[in-house]
Antibody, heavy 120, light 111 residues
Framework: QVQLQESGPGLVKPSETLSLTCSVS????????WSWIRQPPGKGLEWIGYIYDSGTTKYSPSLRSRVNISVDTSRKQVFLKLTSVSAADTAIYYC??????????????WGQGTLVTVSS | QSVLTQPPSASGTPGQRVTISCSGSSSNIGNNPVNWYQHLPGTAPKLLIY???KRPSGVPDRFSGSKSGTSASLAISGLQSEDEADYYCATWDDSLGGHVVFGGGTKLTVL
């Protein structure tokens, strides 16, 4: 079955760019949407955005100005870049596959997540 | 402040039936299917219910979902100790060009 694994630096300095990679294994990256979702410490889940294998993207209105999601289908990887980070961006970052059927969308499966701390 | 409103906590004893609510608006729950996720800290969130009331294979039929107007509910019957987790509702919101919204999460404690 499809498995997702997030990776990237666990510590990023304020005002710098957060960069994460989601590696997809056990299935095709093509013809699917891939999402990033985060969870700040002690808080709930927050959707960041998604990308289709063609490169079509959609982002959260609150993060749109700072987010870029890209994909490399040949390497089966999805990338997240978040610029000008602050302590408020400290969170566990998850990648997940977005599924669609009969008018509804849902996330399954999810990766284990990776903790990113923003601190000097 | 989450767009979808969930009670921060819920509890029940083994064998009981517990319901978790998720309140939204006409631009989200009122117009789109709802999904529910179970999350144990330190693990990957798990899809419990999709398209308001459908269960993925492997999810026990003790879990059920429903929706009425701008509110949705997750019901867990025959509560078990392993059900102790955080539960999140989520759906599409048609405002601001369309985006995904989550509830703030409900911590379920099995007493």
């Amino acid at each position: 079955q499809v498995q997702l694994q997030e990776s990237g630096p666990g510590l990023v300095k304020p005002s710098e760019t957060l960069s994460l990679t989601c590696s997809v294994s056990g299935g095709s990256i093509n013809s699917h949407y891939w999402s990033w979702i985060r969870q700040p410490p002690g808080k709930g889940l927050e959707w960041i955005g998604y990308i289709y294998d063609s490169g079509t993207t959609k982002y959260s209105p609150s993060l749109r100005s700072r987010v870029n999601i890209s994909v490399d289908t040949s390497r089966k990887q999805v990338f997240l870049k978040l610029t000008s980070v602050s302590a408020a961006d400290t969170a566990i970052y998850y990648c997940a596959r977005r599924n669609y059927d009969n008018g509804g969308y849902w996330f399954d499966p999810w990766g284990q997540g990776t903790l990113v701390t923003v601190s000097s | 402040q989450s767009v979808l409103t969930q009670p921060p906590s819920a509890s029940g004893t083994p064998g009981q039936r517990v319901t978790i609510s998720c309140s939204g608006s006409s631009s989200n729950i009122g117009n789109n299917p709802v999904n529910w996720y179970q999350h144990l800290p330190g693990t990957a969130p798990k899809l419990l219910i999709y398209n308001t009331s459908k269960r993925p294979s492997g999810v026990p039929d003790r879990f059920s979902g429903s929706k009425s107007g701008t509110s949705a509910s997750l019901a867990i019957s025959g509560l078990q100790s392993e059900d102790e987790a955080d539960y999140y509702c989520a759906t599409w919101d048609d405002s601001l060009g369309g985006h995904v919204v989550f509830g703030g999460g409900t911590k379920l404690t099995v007493l």
